[in-house]
């Protein structure tokens, strides 16, 4: 049976990946799928950005929420989920044939492989460090943010369990309040969250 993706919360990445030593955190409790102090708002928004011209650090105010891109800011995970796809489709002796969106592909590997999922994870874990790296200067940019109030998401169409060994082994678990589709991040932090798609973007945000 097929797990539902879900939106992550900080304190769930270390949880699911206590032995992933990139990133420096410590597992911990597995929080519920939104924060105590900061309750969901709203069921899903449009995929619509909140940014249409102008700078972003005009934006910025302390407490702004952010929606970083996963793979074109943190960690591209596109290599390692092409890896695992060659690999699965030559021990399961099928060809798969799966969407470029991941999220539609995730069904279509519910009908060819069953349980694909801990398969997935297994491969990602072994194979990561080949692919993801820390990004020092992102990441500082990332807490400096979050030092300075800001709320940050992460968004990807990856499966969960990509997301969680990406975001592990780029070292920029500790930031993410919120991890999930982009209507997921934007239905936990607001409509109105400010979408970063690169690393230049991100470091445009002013601290004030």
């Known amino acids: 049976m097929r797990r539902a993706a879900g939106l992550l919360t900080r304190g769930s990445l270390p949880a699911a990946f206590p032995g992933l030593q990139p990133s420096g955190v410590v597992a911990e409790e597995r929080l519920p799928l939104q924060r105590r102090d900061r309750p969901g708002l709203a069921p899903e928004f449009p995929h619509r950005s909140p940014v249409c011209g102008g700078n972003l650090a005009s934006l910025f105010v302390p407490g702004v929420a952010i929606a970083v891109d996963l793979d074109g800011v943190l960690a591209d995970t596109r290599p ?32 060819a492989l069953g349980d694909w999922r ?13 692919w993801i790296r820390p990004r020092a200067e992102t990441n500082s940019a990332l807490r400096r943010l979050s030092a300075a109030g800001a709320r940050i998401g992460v968004f990807s169409d990856a499966p969960r369990e990509l997301v969680e060994i990406a975001l592990a082994h780029a070292g920029a678990a500790r930031q993410a309040e919120v991890v999930g ?18 690393r230049e973007q991100l470091a445009e945000l002013p601290l004030r």
């Open 80 to 111: 390692l989920w092409d890896a695992w796809l060659e690999d699965a489709s030559r021990r399961a002796r099928v060809e798969l044939e799966v969407p470029e969106d991941r999220e539609a592909a995730a069904a279509v590997l519910d009908e």
């Open 118 to 130: 801990p398969l997935l994870a297994r491969f990602a874990a072994d194979r990561a460090p080949v």
């Open 181 to 198: 589709t982009l209507a997921e991040v934007r239905a936990a932090l607001g409509e109105q969250v400010v979408l970063v798609r690169s």
